[in-house]
Structure formats: structure tokens, C-alpha cells
């Protein structure tokens, strides 16, 4: 059990000044030497960062100002993924081999202020890609497989404890990407939503009955050791978005956001502007999606249909809720979308 202690302890982040491109506000953190790859967004509309160095930070005021918190271990913990199943409640998530100790979760009940490890994996290969809840008491944790299969967590207790749970098979080779903490999304009711990479297509497991039997779908995106499919959101019951491309060639020729009405077949949406890799993708109300990578955020008015690149800012994460997305990257960037 770890805690971290002192009210004393915020660290004030600087701002600094940014002209707002295409919708978002960029800030930058107090350290440009941390790089954000996980947003949420609380019930109660508080925006929450993570990333490398063991960095987490808040803001309750709609981006204006951030408040870096202290976490356990110091800079020992990469922060791939943060999750609010309610407004005093925080799952921070570690990703890094297991085998080293760095496979864990972290749990805070006072907005930050503590914490306490929840959960630790130290079973080899095993290494976690996303955290996500569904409601205040249930979440899931994917892993990279193991034994030919993904590695899944739940919880049902709000993340006070968790439990292996059987994963779909994948094929040699097959892996989830840690870049956004979407690699699995969670739909409507039971629904849940694997993309993968690794593989000569993108992938796609989805399941309808909360991960009891599971169904295998290609989407139409390039894949290899270092492409694929980073990330998705679902949309409503059968229907997702899932984004992607390739780490090692960001600008790589070729789609990268694909749709699907009904769970099975992949369509690629029109598209205005560069092709390149994208990362995760948000909704920020009925009719507006925003999907964000390294080289620009693109943007769909009409539910997914038709999508157009409005700008190069650079972003791996975004997550959205009560009218507001914010987005995280690279050099301790943070981006807060404001129509």
C-alpha cells in the first residue's frame, strides 16, 4: 500500500500563453520534459492529464489553470491511463513491464490528494495499455496478451478491487497500443470494444454481453509491427469509430479512421487533408467528433459520415464529457476544445 501525502505538495503549474487554433487552448505544464497520454474528464467537469514521470494534473476551471498533484513512486511510473468513475475518485494506471514492478493501478477517494495501490500484475508479458469505467462502479483494465489472449481486469466496486477475467484469443503477433488509453472502449449497456495493431490488417473484438463470447472483425486500416489501431470510441449500439496508423511513419500514406454500423463490417469515411496517424478520438456532443494525433486533429460534424483536418496541433489523448474535450501530448501540452 503507497500513499502520497500533503496538500502542501500541489505544485502550481505555469501557463503558458497560447492563440487558440481551431477550437483547442493549448497550455503547456510547468515541465516540457513529460509526455501526456491519457485525459479524462469528470461528472463534475474537472479535466484531468497523465503521463511519463509519474505526472498527473487537474484543472476545475476549465483549462484556465492546472494544478500538478504528487503521485506514488515519484518519476518511477509511466501514467498511461486515468480514469474518474466519479468527481472525488481517480484510477491511475502504470503501464510498463510487469516483471519490473510497474504493471499497477493507484486509486485516490480525495481528488488526487492520496493514493493507495490497488492492484498489481507481475506475471511476464503482461503490460497495460487502457483503463476505463463505464459507470462509478464498474471499469476494466486491458492488457497486452498473455498466453494467447488479452490480458483483462474488472471492477465492480469502483476500482477498490480487481479480478482477471477471461480474454478473446488474438493471433501471433496481435497488441494494443498504450499511446491513448482507448486501445478498449466501452459502449452501450454490455458493450466492449478491443482495436489492436501488430497484424497485416487493424482489428477489431467487439462483445455485446460484457465479454462472455466475442466477435472478430478487420478494419480496413494498414497494420505491421508498428501500425495498426490505436484507438476508438463507440457511438451507440453496434456502432464505433476506430482510429489509427503508424508510430514509425506518421505521415504514412493511407486512412486513418474507419466506422462501422453494425459491429462487423468497416467502412473509411471521406476524409479532407492529410493522411497521417491518429490516435484517439473523442465526442463532444451528438453530431461532433474530434479525432487527435501527432500531426493535426481532424473533425466530423455529422456523426462520424464525413471527417476534414481543421489543424497540426499535436496531441495523443483526448477524452470528452459535459460539453468540454481535453486532449494531452507531447512536451507537457494540454489542449481544452472551446466552440
Known sequence: MMRSWGLGALIALALAPSARSAGWHVSTLDRTDVTLRAAAVSPDGALHVSGSKGTYAVSRDGGVSWRRLPTPGGETYDFRGVATPDARTQVLMSAGEAAKGLARLFRSTDGGRTWIAVHEVVEPGAFFDTVVFRNR???????DPVDGRWFLLRTRDGGRKWVRIPGPPVEPGEAAFAASNSALFLGARAELWISSGGLAKGRVHHSTDGGRTWRVSEAP??????????????LGPGRAVVVGGDYKDELRPGPGIAVTADGAGWSLPPHAGTPRLMEGVGRLDARTLIAVGPRGTSVSEDAGRTWRQVDDEAFHAIACGQGTCVAAGGKGRVGVWRP
Open 221 to 234: 486500416l494498414t497494420a505491421s509491427g508498428t501500425a495498426g489501431l490505436f484507438g476508438g470510441h463507440a
Open 137 to 143: 462502479r464498474e471499469g476494466y483494465v486491458l492488457g
